[in-house]
């Protein structure tokens, strides 16, 4: 239990680090609010694109994504129902409109490369990752239809939000989702782009990740901390990430048969804390984006204390 704590510590630590970098640089005046549009634009549209494709193409071929298809039916199943549940949830808990998208994508999407890959690194090894793997082209084509599609009605509230429509089309394909598409299709066509096409996307996509936090970070710095308290949507949302999804995947393992590190790598994929780069897409869509950036906090926070209960319990 204590192994698996500090594992968990020691995984969540950098992330908690590259936060307060960000928190104090704009508390000295280093970065400030146009800084956080100008960082936002260039993740949304540039950065993560290419790192999508980078990831793919990286961690994957033809063979190895195709052997792996197969168990991709219990995350698609569990996110499925977790989305499904989160909008009830949401209505009866009467969640403000900016942010109602932000609270149903926190409850069914969790972070499941920048945290989820390291912990299931220092917890089952090497072997974990094609499994760490496929669960991430589950929630990232998750968050970035569904999840991108609701958050952006949050940051449009003169109209309704219906789905099928040309408006809502070209909500759920961003630039990050097309940048996925393109990191499969070149996969399924065996199609290895030349080194130098894949240095640039690396060097163009490395920053997401300290630029998100640090982003996080910026907006943290303008939020009155010592008055927060933990609301309901706050504890409805760290229930869902860390007892709700975690169970329903458990639920789903005693019908669908897989190997087991296969079954345990889910569950602890399903337990993650909220993904960083929400706080960055409700910025680009004018939704709450500080509430969007407290709720990857205090669920990384969180993840401290839940991670290692949840490797107890399986």
């Not at 949302?237 to 860390?242: K, V």
Request: proline share 6%; charged share 10%; with cysteine.
């Amino acid at each position: 239990m204590l192994l698996t704590f500090l594992t968990s510590f020691e995984s969540i630590l950098p992330i908690i680090i590259m936060i307060l970098v960000g928190y104090f640089m704009a508390r000295a005046g280093w970065i400030d609010e146009k800084f956080g549009g100008a960082i936002t634009k260039y993740l949304l549209n540039i950065a993560l694109p290419c790192y999508m494709i980078w990831n793919l193409v990286k961690n994957f071929d033809r063979g190895k994504f195709l052997a792996l298809i197969g168990g991709i039916l219990i995350p698609v199943i569990s996110m499925t129902a977790a989305f499904l549940i989160s909008i009830p949830v949401s209505n009866l808990l009467k969640v403000p409109r900016n942010r109602k998208g932000i609270f149903r994508t926190v409850f069914f999407c969790s972070n499941t490369i920048f945290v989820g890959l390291p912990i299931n690194l220092a917890l089952f090894g090497q072997q974990s990752v094609p499994y760490v793997l496929l669960y991430y082209i589950v929630n990232t084509t998750f968050f970035w239809t569904i999840g991108n599609y609701e958050i952006s009605c949050d940051g449009d509230l003169t109209r309704d939000c219906p789905i099928f429509s040309l408006s809502a089309l070209k909500r759920i394909f961003s630039p990050a989702l097309l940048g996925f598409m393109l990191g499969i299709v070149l996969i399924l066509l065996k199609i290895k782009p030349p080194q130098f096409v894949m240095n640039t996307l690396n060097y163009l996509g490395f920053p997401t990740t300290p630029f998100a936090l640090i982003f996080i970070g910026l907006v943290l710095s303008s939020v009155s901390l010592k008055k927060f308290r933990p609301d309901r949507e706050i504890v409805v949302l760290m229930l869902a990430r860390f007892v709700l999804s975690p169970a329903i995947v458990m639920l789903i393992l005693h019908f669908v048969q897989v190997p087991p590190l296969m079954a345990k790598v889910f569950v602890i994929q399903a337990a993650m804390p909220a993904m960083t780069n929400t706080g960055i897409v409700a910025k680009g869509y004018g939704a709450d984006y500080r509430y969007a950036s407290l709720t990857t906090v205090v669920t990384t926070l969180a993840s401290i204390i839940a991670i290692p209960v949840i490797m107890t319990v399986i």
